[in-house]
């Protein structure tokens, strides 16, 4: 069992469909069930699972395990954190919507204008990413719309964390140009 394990293992690292289906059919219900155990929705915990296991494959190269031990700490970690970041996000996307509401109902017409004038603003900002070289406009985007970490988009991107932070440092000096 052990020689078998390490074959798996060595497999998956070199990118082997057959070993990354063996560890994915070993652990995809205890990696749903974690995920089902946060969220309490089966369709986001289907989801957060195949965010895991894609992540998983697409680091195949860069990960190293030891034993099955060790792919089912990474995997149960890594569930975990992207619950708490679903969680996150959900919370903060109904947070913004309860603000906003409550100016609404403070006062409508003050609302209203300024929401032309931010949908102006958007808009114009909107044009000026989108004139952004591909790296910097896909950097950008993935921050502010995806509202990622640059570890997060390093991993999306096979890039260092550091080049990540230039393009958008570098994006946000080419966008400030553009608007003043």
């Known amino acids: 069992m052990e020689c078998a394990e390490q074959e798996i293992l060595q497999g998956f690292r070199k990118g082997d ?20 155990r946060y969220l309490k929705s089966e369709e ?15 680091l195949h190269g860069r990960l190293e395990f030891n034993s099955m031990g060790d792919v089912y700490a990474w995997l149960n970690k890594t569930v975990s954190n992207s619950c708490i970041d ?6 903060m996307a ?5 603000i906003i509401y409550s100016k609404w109902v403070e006062n409508d017409k003050e609302i209203y204008e300024a929401d032309e004038k931010e949908a102006a603003i958007i808009e114009r900002l909107l044009k000026q990413i989108d ?12 921050r502010w719309l995806n509202d990622l970490k640059f570890r997060e988009i390093a991993e999306q991107l096979g890039a260092d964390v550091s080049t990540i932070k230039k393009r958008y440092a ?8 553009t608007l003043i």
């Not at 895991?52 to 494959?57: D, E, I, Q, S, V």
């Not at 109904?94 to 309860?98: A, E, S």
């Not at 570098?170 to 140009?177: D, P, S, Y």
């Open 131 to 142: 004139q952004l070289p591909p790296k910097f406009k896909q950097v950008l985007k993935m």
């Open 17 to 36: 469909p057959e070993s990354f289906r063996y560890i994915y059919d070993t652990f995809y219900v205890s990696v749903y069930l974690k995920a089902n």
């Open 86 to 91: 679903f969680l996150r996000r959900q919370n």
């Open 170 to 177: 570098r994006a946000i000096t080419l966008l400030k140009r």
């Open 44 to 58: 986001e915990a289907k989801d957060i699972r195949a965010r895991c296991f894609t992540k998983f494959w697409e």
């Open 94 to 98: 109904r947070t913004k919507t309860k």
